[in-house]
């Protein structure tokens, strides 16, 4: 293997790495900020990094109006597994430090619910997802009490990337 081999492996590796260590999903302009931004490779570079990654199905990406969100795969993580000892211990602090700074803070992803009520004694209810401010998802439902209503809430900030998860596939077919 080249040193060229090498370093392209490193640096799908550190993707990996970094996709599969965000709590809820990372998008394109996550990915960017850090691996662009750090200067560890450059925007063309990382775009063809994932399509690969995607195409040998590490990886897999939801689109969700113009955005893409990544996800690690089963298949990533087992060669994640295998091969995370590849990855410059320094790499994984930096990517460590940047997922627990600036993609975990509560100012990238929020998880909102409201509860309305309606004219008829039931409750309309909001569950919303949102990153840098942009809505990812958002969904309304009927609850025909304020104690189930308010259960969908607690529902939904405790299992929101499970249930977007579900919905997606389920849309989607898969």
């Given at each position: 293997?080249?040193i060229e081999?090498?370093e392209?492996?490193?640096d799908?590796?550190s993707?990996?790495?970094?996709?599969n260590g965000v709590?809820?999903?990372?998008t394109?302009?996550?990915?960017?900020d850090f691996?662009?931004?750090?200067?560890y490779?450059?925007?063309?570079t990382?775009?063809?990094?994932?399509d690969?990654?995607e195409?040998?199905?590490?990886?897999?990406?939801?689109?969700?109006?113009?955005?893409?969100?990544?996800?690690?795969?089963?298949?990533g993580?087992?060669?994640?597994?295998?091969?995370?000892?590849?990855?410059?211990?320094?790499?994984v602090?930096?990517?460590d430090?940047?997922?627990?700074n600036v993609l975990?803070?509560?100012k990238?992803y929020d998880?909102?619910?409201?509860i309305?009520?309606?004219e008829?004694?039931d409750y309309?209810?909001?569950?919303?997802?949102?990153e840098h401010?942009?809505?990812?998802?958002?969904?309304k439902?009927?609850?025909?009490?304020?104690?189930?209503?308010?259960?969908?809430?607690?529902?939904?900030e405790?299992?929101n990337?499970?249930i977007?998860e579900?919905?997606?596939?389920t849309?989607?077919?898969?």
């Amino acid at each position: 293997m080249s040193i060229e081999q090498f370093e392209v492996s490193i640096d799908k590796l550190s993707l990996l790495y970094m996709i599969n260590g965000v709590k809820y999903f990372v998008t394109n302009t996550g990915l960017c900020d850090f691996f662009v931004t750090g200067s560890y490779i450059d925007y063309f570079t990382l775009q063809s990094h994932l399509d690969d990654l995607e195409r040998i199905n590490y990886i897999y990406v939801k689109k969700v109006d113009s955005k893409s969100l990544y996800f690690i795969s089963e298949k990533g993580e087992e060669a994640l597994e295998i091969l995370f000892t590849q990855i410059p211990s320094s790499t994984v602090k930096e990517i460590d430090n940047y997922i627990t700074n600036v993609l975990g803070s509560a100012k990238n992803y929020d998880i909102l619910t409201d509860i309305k009520s309606r004219e008829n004694d039931d409750y309309e209810v909001s569950l919303s997802a949102m990153e840098h401010g942009e809505t990812i998802i958002n969904i309304k439902l009927t609850a025909p009490s304020k104690d189930l209503a308010m259960d969908m809430c607690n529902r939904w900030e405790l299992k929101n990337q499970k249930i977007y998860e579900l919905i997606y596939n389920t849309l989607l077919g898969k």
